[in-house]
């Protein structure tokens, strides 16, 4: 692990190491196995890109008949601020109505993609809707003028600064995603 690189014009530091990573997720794990115990064919709806590697670690530790699926959403492209629009590149690949769905995010930051996602799941029919995050950035995503009610985030495996994080899924510019550390942008 090594405690900075360089990925492009950017430099990042070490942020969250890998242990830590994923004694989050089996915490996540565990406590989702105890809420779905009773559930009947629970959906863990992947975002992508970024999700996929989260969600592969949070789908092997999930007991009972959870299904997988996935959805394509974007609104960062190459730098490392939202755009504020979130787009549907691939909509969800399994047929959602009446389905207990848990989205699987990498990251919730400004919250534009799950509330869109959320959106759209709600109104495909969805019969509940709950979130799975590895990183959450509390203090961007709960201090939103335009958004004072925002949805809750159910699962939570670590909590972040606001500051722009690569690694485990996570890109930039499409690099980085497979580092197994997080790590967090020096320059901002
Ligand atoms: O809470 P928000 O501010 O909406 O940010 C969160 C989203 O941003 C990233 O997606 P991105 O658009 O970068 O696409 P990617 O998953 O393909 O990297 C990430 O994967 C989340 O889905
Ligand atoms: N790679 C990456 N994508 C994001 N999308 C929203 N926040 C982030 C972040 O911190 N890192």
Request: glycine share 8%; aromatic share 8%; charged share 25%.
């Amino acid at each position: 692990m090594e405690p900075t690189l360089t990925i492009r014009d950017r430099r990042f530091r070490l942020h969250t190491p890998e242990a830590a990573i994923h004694a989050a997720i089996s915490k996540v794990a565990e406590t989702i196995n105890r809420d779905y115990a009773e559930a009947e064919r629970p959906l863990l709806l992947v975002t992508l890109n970024g999700a996929f590697v989260f969600a592969g670690e949070l789908f092997r530790q999930l007991d009972g008949p959870f299904e997988v699926a996935f959805v394509k959403l974007s609104s960062y492209g190459s730098g490392v601020t939202s755009s504020g629009n979130v787009t549907v590149d691939i909509p969800p690949t399994t047929d959602i109505r009446g389905r207990d769905v848990i989205i699987a995010e990498d990251v919730v930051d400004t919250g534009n993609t799950v509330h869109e996602l959320h959106a759209m799941l709600t109104a495909c029919g969805a019969r509940s809707i709950r979130v799975a995050t590895l990183l959450l950035k509390p203090e961007t995503y709960y201090n939103r003028p335009e958004r004072p009610d925002p949805l809750p985030v159910d699962y939570v495996a670590l909590e972040s600064e606001p500051v722009f994080i690569i690694g485990y899924g996570m890109d930039y510019d499409g690099l980085g995603r497979n580092l197994g550390a997080l790590y967090a942008v020096c320059d901002e």
